[in-house]
């Protein structure tokens, strides 16, 4: 099959999934009594919209390809990075390095990985906008809390930038044998992190008894937690026939990117609105930042050991230095 043909029929698999999911959550809303409402159904729903979305503006992405998908991620990053700026403390001496995070890095970061410039999209944020923001601040004159203030501003865009931008960042490896079908990594990327997201979900309403933080995410348990890694880990195994690796390579691939940003850990992190200085009353938990979590990490996990496990460590190393060279 070519890749656009592996595509088709991969999204047209997740619509079938979920026009099923939508018809199933339908039902069991229109069977709750009059005037009765469920607060698992309505999360349920929630979830099931939010996915319609996701996987529709991914579809309309893919349509335009490269493009597409990185103009796409460059927008979820700004809309991340502002919701996230929304709800942490600044001053107004902050707003020349706010003008040079949304205007400046944001945009630079993306074109970089547009031109497949490798040597600096992976240095340009954690080591040159790092550097340079502190300074940035200086100019507003303002010394109240300013290494807290710099510090928020800085992992703002780390996190909402960097870590996002790592996905179309996918579209740039050299795996030989694989040419042209890097769209195919992003569909593994989020059909596996999603499905961690659903099973974790589930396991956690079926078999949750131990909460992880009940102060600070009541719904996560250790169960679900454990339960969505192991069944993740097995869809990821069931679709290594989308990515270069055989069966148990994405298995591997899918268990550590798991364990190594321990997803409910982090999401309880973002939940936590007293740590941005927010108020509990605060709905933090449907703001933007929450509904990409998942990919917070995840991606920039996938991005260099996807290069030593398709290539191996040798030949890893040539391209690296073809790519500097450039």
């Known amino acids: 099959m070519s890749s656009t043909q592996v595509l088709i029929a991969l999204f047209g698999g997740v619509f079938g999934f979920l026009t099923l999911s939508s018809l199933i959550a339908g039902v069991l809303q229109w069977r709750l009594p009059a005037g ?3 607060s698992t159904i309505e999360n349920l729903n929630a979830r099931i919209k939010a996915w319609w979305w996701m996987i529709g503006l991914l579809a309309l992405a893919f349509w335009f390809g490269r493009a597409g998908v990185t103009l796409l991620f460059a927008f979820i990053s700004f809309q991340c990075l502002r919701e996230f700026i929304s709800v942490t403390y600044t001053r107004r001496g902050d ?3 706010l003008v040079w995070c949304f205007f400046f890095f944001l945009p630079i970061q993306y074109l970089l990985i547009a031109i497949d410039w490798y040597g600096l999209y992976t240095i340009f944020i954690p080591v040159y906008a790092f550097l340079f923001l502190p300074i940035a601040s200086t100019l507003g004159a ?3 809390r300013f290494l807290e203030r710099t510090s928020k501003v800085q992992w703002g865009l780390m996190i909402c930038v960097y870590c996002v931008s790592h996905v179309p ?25 999603q499905s961690s997201d659903v099973f974790q979900y589930v396991w956690g309403k079926l078999l949750g008894r131990h909460k992880l933080s009940p102060e600070i995410s009541p719904s996560k348990t250790l169960e ?21 690796f055989n069966a148990w390579q994405a298995a591997l691939d899918q268990c550590v990117r798991l364990l190594r940003r321990f997803r409910a850990l982090g999401h309880q992190t973002r939940s936590r609105p007293q740590g941005l200085g927010v108020d509990d009353r605060r709905p ?7 509904r990409f979590d998942q990919f917070l990490g995840t991606d920039l996990f996938s991005h260099r050991p996807l290069l030593v496990g398709a290539l191996g460590a040798p030949p890893v190393l040539r391209v690296y230095t073809d790519v500097l060279r450039r």
């Open 142 to 144: 303002d010394t109240t």
């Open 169 to 193: 960042a996918l579209l740039t490896l050299p795996v030989p044998g694989f040419e042209g079908r890097n769209l195919q990594l992003i569909v593994f990327l989020v059909l596996t992190v």
């Open 36 to 38: 009765q409402t469920s």
């Open 95 to 97: 707003h020349f390095a």
């Open 284 to 290: 933090w938990r449907h703001a933007r930042p929450c």
């Open 224 to 244: 679900g937690l454990i339960g969505g890694v192991l069944t993740s880990t097995a869809v990821g195994a069931a679709l290594y026939w989308i990515t270069p």
